[in-house]
């Protein structure tokens, strides 16, 4: 795989292990590792729950294009993307221009057994999952995910993510040779 390629995305539901595997991919690396929604947290001093009920999802999306569009220039990266960033805008596009793009997948079963052992604190602050039984989320993960993944797929690569973090880091860097 091109081993010029200095940025490595990780892109994928919420829930699929983006920050996880990628923070494990960068310390293999000794790249830095980035959150963009972690990125639009501080840079607004707003939890993203707050930012949705008070500017709305748009302004967000818009934070999101313009963070990833900002981090696109720099190098020796890993980087997490909020689960919706792909499927917005050209920042799919975007993203696999200036580096590879890894999309984590795991079935709408595998990712909603992960988000219902989260906390509802932490769920609340996923304005998109907030306050939904067990039963609401799949129907949404199912069909949300199916919207989404012709925009996932259109990653370099796909990596099944059903295992540990461990397991899915190592194939990643397998599959990227860098
Ligand atoms: C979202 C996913 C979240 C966050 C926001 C919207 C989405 O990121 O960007 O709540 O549209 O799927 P994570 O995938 O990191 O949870």
Redesign the pocket.
């Known amino acids: 795989m091109d081993n010029t390629a200095q940025i490595i995305y990780l892109i994928?539901?919420?829930?699929?292990g983006?920050?996880t595997v990628g923070k494990r991919i960068a310390d293999k690396l000794g790249w830095i590792f980035i959150?963009?929604?972690e990125v639009i947290e501080h840079t607004t001093g707003m939890k993203?729950?707050l930012i949705?009920k008070e500017k709305g999802e748009d302004y967000?999306r818009e934070l999101?294009r313009e963070s990833i569009k900002k981090f696109g220039e720099m190098s020796r990266m890993v980087i997490?993307?909020?689960?919706?960033?792909p499927c917005f805008f050209d920042n799919m596009d975007a993203m696999s221009h200036n580096g590879i793009t890894v999309y984590l997948k795991m079935s709408p079963a595998a990712l909603t057994a992960r988000l219902m052992q989260l906390t509802v604190e932490e769920r609340n602050?996923?304005?998109?999952i907030a306050g939904k039984s067990e039963a609401a989320l799949l129907e949404f993960v199912t069909n949300?995910l199916s919207k989404r993944e012709p925009f996932y797929s259109s990653a370099k690569l796909i990596i099944q993510n059903e295992d540990t973090a461990e397991l899915a880091a190592e194939r990643i860097f397998k599959c990227i040779n860098l």
């Open positions: 994928g539901f919420m829930g699929s983006k920050t959150d963009i929604d993203i729950a949705f967000f999101e997490a993307t909020g689960g919706g960033a602050q996923r304005p998109l949300t």
